[in-house]
């Protein structure tokens, strides 16, 4: 019980300090939202995306699930969480930017490159299959930090699948809507964009 009441506490500390000072935009935003940014990002813990971007309310239409992946396009199969919440985001909110943030020491990719087959792993096998090729690509090149550099190539693997929307890709393609790719360092709370013309990851300043 300790643990929810941390939560219940902390919301007592939204209301004296967070509600209070922008009520106004709260009561704006009741009447609807128009996020300019949609970060797709891990579900882990560590990692939330509102925290380490220091974004106020309604500014970022945010998508956590395992491992911060986008599956590819496809219409059949079973339910479409993501790819739903990608539609709404882009064609009925129409945001500008789609973030995928990717982080260090995600447990998702320690499962991918664990490989498949454990008897506990019902639903997150199928997912982290998403990254199969990229996992048997980087262990092929056998870097020195195989984790590290699986975490940088799931966000480059979800870039690509994001493309495989039409509506993605045309609104790219008309300018009306870009894409990037992050990745968040923990322990040194380091934040690293991805230039996809040179294909590097490379540190945020500061004062960007």
């Excluded at 643990?3 to 506490?9: D, G, K, M, P, S």
């Excluded at 300090?17 to 939202?33: I, K, M, V």
């Excluded at 870097?143 to 045309?170: W, Y």
């Amino acid at each position: 019980m300790s643990e929810f009441l941390a939560l219940l506490r902390g919301y007592g500390r939204f209301r004296s300090n967070g509600y209070r000072d922008q009520h106004r935009r709260w009561e704006t935003l009741a009447a609807g939202q128009e996020p300019p940014v949609m970060i797709i990002g891990c579900c882990d813990s560590r990692v939330d995306p509102a925290t380490i971007f220091d974004t106020v309310p309604g500014q970022a239409f945010i998508l956590r699930n395992v491992a911060n992946l986008v599956p590819p396009f496809e219409l059949g199969g079973g339910l479409h969480g993501v790819s739903a919440a990608l539609e709404f985001a882009v064609t009925k909110l129409e945001v500008k930017h789609i973030v995928i943030m990717g982080h260090g020491a995600c447990g998702g990719i320690s499962a991918a490159l664990a490989g498949h087959g454990e008897p506990d792993r019902i639903f997150i096998d199928k997912w982290i299959g998403l990254l199969d090729r990229a996992r048997d690509q980087v262990l092929e090149a056998a870097p020195q930090d195989p984790q590290h550099a699986l975490e940088l190539e799931g966000v480059k693997v979800s870039l690509a699948n994001l493309r495989t929307f039409p509506f993605v890709a045309e609104r790219e393609a008309a300018g009306q809507l870009q894409l990037h790719g992050c990745w968040f360092g923990i322990a040194a709370g380091t934040l690293y964009e991805l230039d996809e013309q040179a294909g590097h990851f490379q540190p945020v300043p500061e004062d960007a």
